[in-house]
């Protein structure tokens, strides 16, 4: 009777690293992929993949149990009013879509972060308050679809790893695309907004 032979769980993932490594190169000789331009770009997703494991897996050797990753678990959402009378928004989920529409008469920016759902945000009737304010829009998996006011002095920088962005009309798409777009009105104007907007797999439609 023939004896099952055990795969050693170290030369299992040391031989898929060297598989993954050998591929990554080829690319990078043959200028399919620049693997420094990827790592340039997108390193701070290794900090949010540690972050995700420090939150929500356990330390087997430690023995320490971290916060349990519920489906169910509601999203974060926190809307904070200025001295001023101005508006900002956080809002954050883990698994699920993020729909937000904005109607804050003197909106002040905000941070939007979903790990795998949808982001979208009708701002369609929004105003902002006096001065420069920035928008976050991140999203690991899925799309994003953010919708603003027609003549809002804005500023849109947008970057996926795999998927199309779409920014007022202008397209583009494949892997590892930045894309950039600013209205005429922008430099001259009292009241801006700037939109940092990423996504990892997924679309980006600003319109």
Request: include cysteine.
């Given at each position: 009777m023939a004896r099952e032979r055990k795969t050693n769980p170290v030369a299992f993932t040391g031989g898929i690293a060297f598989i993954v490594l050998g591929i990554i190169l080829i690319l990078d000789r043959l200028d399919i992929w620049r693997i420094s331009d990827f790592i340039y770009t997108y390193w701070p997703l290794?900090?949010?993949?540690?972050?995700i494991k420090i939150l929500f897996f356990s330390d087997k050797k430690t023995k320490k149990h971290a916060m349990k990753f519920k489906?169910?678990?509601?999203y974060n959402f926190a809307e904070s009013v200025q001295s001023d009378g101005s508006s900002r928004v956080y809002e954050s989920k883990i698994l699920g879509d993020i729909s937000r529409r904005i109607t804050a008469r003197r909106f002040s920016?905000?941070?939007?972060?979903?790990?795998?759902?949808?982001?979208?945000?009708?701002?369609t009737n929004m105003q902002?308050?006096?001065?420069?304010?920035?928008?976050?829009?991140d999203c690991l998996l899925g799309d994003i679809h953010i919708r603003i006011p027609e003549n809002l002095p804005v500023l849109i920088r947008a970057q996926c790893a795999a998927g199309d962005i779409n920014l007022k009309d202008t397209?583009?798409?494949?892997?590892?695309?930045?894309r950039q777009i600013k209205t005429e009105n922008y430099d001259g104007a009292e009241n801006k907004l700037l939109i940092l907007t990423s996504v990892l797999m997924g679309d980006i439609i600003v319109v």
């Amino acid at each position: 009777m023939a004896r099952e032979r055990k795969t050693n769980p170290v030369a299992f993932t040391g031989g898929i690293a060297f598989i993954v490594l050998g591929i990554i190169l080829i690319l990078d000789r043959l200028d399919i992929w620049r693997i420094s331009d990827f790592i340039y770009t997108y390193w701070p997703l290794l900090l949010i993949a540690l972050g995700i494991k420090i939150l929500f897996f356990s330390d087997k050797k430690t023995k320490k149990h971290a916060m349990k990753f519920k489906r169910w678990a509601p999203y974060n959402f926190a809307e904070s009013v200025q001295s001023d009378g101005s508006s900002r928004v956080y809002e954050s989920k883990i698994l699920g879509d993020i729909s937000r529409r904005i109607t804050a008469r003197r909106f002040s920016g905000g941070t939007f972060f979903c790990l795998a759902g949808d982001i979208e945000i009708d701002a369609t009737n929004m105003q902002l308050a006096k001065g420069t304010w920035v928008m976050h829009v991140d999203c690991l998996l899925g799309d994003i679809h953010i919708r603003i006011p027609e003549n809002l002095p804005v500023l849109i920088r947008a970057q996926c790893a795999a998927g199309d962005i779409n920014l007022k009309d202008t397209e583009g798409g494949g892997l590892f695309v930045n894309r950039q777009i600013k209205t005429e009105n922008y430099d001259g104007a009292e009241n801006k907004l700037l939109i940092l907007t990423s996504v990892l797999m997924g679309d980006i439609i600003v319109v």
